[in-house]
């Protein structure tokens, strides 16, 4: 199995930067995809940002310009780096690994933006 860590948010103003690192447990050099999700009160999980193996990315269009997925595979860590946020994007944001057959999900971090 593969544990996933979230750390990396808070709370911040608007037009401020915030960067959530998601940390596994074992090597993501095989992974099928990773991602970060989000879920506000009384929205539905939806799919912030997304990197396929082979390097391509997706984001969601009220993010592109603002978000950046990445990952290092030395420390097994995938990062959504997040600059010029809006009260919009407050939510608990998940990280996501699909690997082997199997989906794995984070504990969840939250991210507050608010004046």
């Known amino acids: 199995q593969v544990q996933l860590v979230e750390s990396g948010g808070g709370l911040v103003q608007p037009g401020g930067s915030l960067r959530l690192s998601c940390a596994a447990s074992r090597s993501i050099n095989n992974f099928k995809t990773m991602g970060w999700y989000r879920q506000a009160p009384g929205n539905q999980r939806e799919l912030v940002a997304l990197i396929i193996s082979g390097g391509r990315t997706n984001y969601v269009d009220s993010v592109k310009g603002r978000f950046t997925i990445s990952r290092d595979t030395a420390k097994n860590t995938v990062y959504l780096q997040m600059n010029s946020l809006k009260p919009e994007d407050t939510a608990v944001y998940y990280c996501?690994?699909?690997?082997?057959?199997?989906?794995?999900w984070g504990q969840g971090t939250q991210v507050t933006v608010s004046s």
């Open positions: 996501n690994v699909v690997q082997s057959g199997a989906n794995y």
